[in-house]
């Protein structure tokens, strides 16, 4: 089977870019390892910047976010001298967050996207892209029924995440990999409990960091700093909700609305870019291009961002023969990639005292040192409106 575009996966990149190509008159399909289920219910980010909320709505795309999302504009820190809050709606460039979990944005997605005759294949797993430095580039796949298949394009689009096909099939030696362990590991939990504040909630304690983000009025995202190489079943509930309610300082703030665990899920804060975007004819995207420690909610942007600009990208080449935009597609999303980065990194130090895994207690919180910056860190934070400013401005920018 063939098409102009092959595009691996249905995430919010895969999906953005089927619509916008579709949508261009361009023929398409989207290749999907899972079911339509599991794509629509996968629980993942739920931040959307404004740039992200602006490009949804240029295509008509934003619907479902703006009856059901909600706008969002402060960030509580809890820190041993007390609690601040950041208005950083009202500070910067005065941008929001729109809360919707990222499962309805790929629902919407995949319903406009089936609504207006996209082609997508579920259970259908790439497994290898051959010929990217070629004229006549293919993926090979693994079809529902279990058979190889083979999926002739023009161009590919690698939108499957890190541990995709598109990744795999880059030769060694035609990009480089830059890799970046940030040394810490979260516990990622999602509660069957309303939010307990009107905020994000960051906590920064001796005993690690706890986060706490809203996602539906029934559903909220907790975070635990966590010993790295510990199962994530090894606490029971309760363990994990006290802990919760001593990081976050619920004797001094109040307590934390308790409820059934959903999903726990362990990572380690690690990130990495790979350079260039592009290999022949081969284009990454999304997770596949950048990984991003989810300390700053930037993944998921950056995501739709990057679809955006590979889909006039790849317009321009396909109905106008104009290949400039393909040309600078790397570059140009690369760097915001290194923007976001940077913030995540940043980010990432402001929540935890360390960055060295070889320097940590027993709790996996930092030494004296890296405590002292770090509480220096929040202090300015606290009390200097330009870096108010700064942080506002990067918080919501992508
Ligand atoms: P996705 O969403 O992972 O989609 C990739 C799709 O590709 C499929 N796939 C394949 N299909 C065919 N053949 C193969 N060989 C395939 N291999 C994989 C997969 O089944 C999947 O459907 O990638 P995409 O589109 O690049 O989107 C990236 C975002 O999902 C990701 O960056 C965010 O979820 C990151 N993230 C957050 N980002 C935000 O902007 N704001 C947040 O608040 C936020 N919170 C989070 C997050 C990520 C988290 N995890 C995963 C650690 C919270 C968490 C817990």
Redesign the pocket.
């Known amino acids: 089977e063939s098409a102009d575009v092959v595009v691996?996966?249905?995430?919010?990149?895969?999906?953005v870019l089927g619509v916008l190509l579709h949508t261009a008159g361009i023929d398409c399909v989207v290749?999907?390892?899972?079911s339509r289920t599991?794509?629509q219910t996968?629980a993942?980010?739920?931040?959307?910047?404004p740039n992200?909320v602006r490009i949804l709505e240029r295509h008509g795309l934003a619907d479902g976010l703006h009856s059901s999302g909600r706008r969002h504009g402060t960030c509580e820190f809890r820190t041993e001298d007390g609690r601040f809050r950041l208005d950083y709606g009202a500070l910067g460039n005065g941008g929001h967050h729109h809360v919707y979990p990222?499962q309805n944005l790929?629902t919407d997605l995949l319903t406009h996207y089936l609504a207006i005759g996209g082609r997508i294949r579920f259970h259908?797993?790439?497994?290898v892209v051959r010929d990217a430095d070629g004229t006549q580039p293919y993926v090979t796949?693994r079809e529902p029924d279990g058979r190889p298949a083979r999926w002739t394009a023009r161009y590919v689009a690698g939108?499957?995440?890190?541990?995709?096909?598109a990744r795999r099939s880059l030769p060694p030696g035609a990009v480089r990999h830059h890799q970046h362990d940030h040394g810490v590991t979260w516990l990622?939990l999602l509660a069957e409990a309303p939010p307990s504040l009107d905020a994000v909630g960051y906590a920064i304690h001796a005993r690690g960091f706890a986060g706490h983000?809203a996602r539906t009025q029934d559903v909220t995202?907790y975070y635990l700093q966590w010993q790295r190489g510990t199962p994530a079943d090894s606490w029971s509930e309760q363990r994990i909700w006290d802990e919760l309610d001593a990081r976050m300082r619920a004797e001094d703030h109040g307590p934390l609305r308790r409820g059934g665990l959903l999903e726990r899920?362990v990572?380690d804060l690690t990130c990495d870019v790979v350079e260039p975007l592009r290999h022949g004819s081969l284009f990454l995207?999304?997770?596949?291009?950048s990984?991003?420690a989810?300390a700053a909610?930037?993944?998921?942007?950056?995501?739709v961002l990057e679809?955006e600009i590979l889909a006039e990208a790849l317009t321009g080449a396909l109905v106008r023969g104009d290949t400039t935009g393909l040309d600078t597609y790397s570059d140009r999303c690369l760097a915001h990639i290194w923007r976001a980065q940077e913030f995540t990194g940043w980010m990432t130090r402001l929540l935890h005292a360390t960055s060295d895994t070889s320097d940590r207690d027993d709790h996996g919180a930092g030494s004296f040192f890296l405590a002292a910056l770090q509480r220096s860190r929040l202090n300015s934070l606290r009390t200097s409106r330009i870096h108010q400013d700064w942080f506002a401005e990067n918080y919501v920018g992508v």
């Open positions: 691996l996966g249905a995430g919010p990149a895969g999906l290749l999907e390892r899972a599991h794509v996968r993942r980010a739920g931040f959307l910047a992200t990222q790929v259908t797993e790439a497994v796949t939108c499957d995440g890190r541990h995709g096909a990622g983000m995202r899920a990572f995207a999304g997770d596949a291009a990984l991003l989810p909610a930037k993944g998921a942007n950056l995501a679809a």
